[in-house]
Nanobody
């Protein structure tokens, strides 16, 4: 199995910064795509940013220019540096990973972390 453990959430004032981390552990061959999603109260879970194994990145328009996703493959960890935070960034942030594992054959499995709360006060 694979576990994703997020950390770094908290309370921050508008205009401030936070860095989220998500470390993967368990038995796997490699991690391909890693991403961050978020879910605000009463809303659906939305994609925020993604990064491939080759470090190609994409961002949702709502965070472009303010958030930066990065990964450390040696540590199986993905980061989300969030700057110029706004009240509308308040949400539970979830880590997501597409992981190759050998279970009889090599297949790609999808995993989610438990989430970390980010609250931006105005």
């Amino acid at each position: 199995q694979v576990q994703l453990a997020e950390s770094g959430g908290g309370l921050v004032q508008a205009g401030g910064s936070l860095r989220l981390s998500c470390a993967a552990s368990g038995s796997f061959i490699r991690i391909n795509v890693m991403a961050w999603y978020r879910q605000a109260p009463g809303k659906q879970r939305d994609w925020v940013a993604r990064i491939t194994g080759g470090n190609s990145t994409k961002y949702a328009d709502s965070v472009k220019g303010r958030f930066t996703i990065a990964r450390d493959n040696a540590k199986n960890t993905v980061y989300l540096q969030m700057s110029s935070l706004k009240s509308e960034d308040t949400a539970v942030y979830y880590c997501y990973a597409e992981v190759e594992r050998r279970v009889n054959i090599v297949s790609t499995f999808l995993y989610w972390g438990q989430g970390t709360q980010v609250t931006v006060s105005s």
